[in-house]
């Protein structure tokens, strides 16, 4: 349902950019988010971003270092981390949501901060 790409392995202070295309469904009036899952903790909302891009937010965690954005015309979000930290290690996933729950999920990919 989403086609991700972007993760992998970075040094800490790196960037790395994640990216969603919906397949089979369109994200025009879906608000979209990013979740994230840690080893031996929770899945946990990073960042949303409303249908039209007009507002964003974002955890604690990640505020002031990631950004979310989309582009209805291509059925694409993306997630753009800057200055990772050992901590931001997970299996990030991109999710769009319907009437209320996130009901599509990408497959995951994981990023590794670590030098």
């Known amino acids: 349902q989403f086609v991700g790409s972007g993760g992998g392995l970075v040094q800490p202070g790196g960037s790395l950019s994640l990216s969603c295309t919906a397949s089979g469904f369109t994200l025009d009036y879906l608000a979209v988010a990013w979740f994230r899952e840690a080893p031996g903790k929770r899945r946990e909302g990073i960042a949303c971003?409303?249908?039209?891009?007009?507002?964003?937010n974002y955890a604690d965690s990640v505020k002031g270092r990631f950004t979310i954005s989309r582009d209805n015309a291509s059925n694409t979000m993306w997630l753009q981390m800057n200055s990772l930290k050992p901590e931001d290690t997970a299996v990030y996933y991109c999710?769009?949501?319907?009437?209320?729950?996130?009901?599509?999920w990408g497959q995951g990919t994981r990023v590794t901060v670590s030098s």
């Open positions: 971003i409303s249908y039209n891009g007009g507002r964003t």
């Open positions: 999710a769009a949501s319907q009437s209320g729950s996130y009901k599509y």
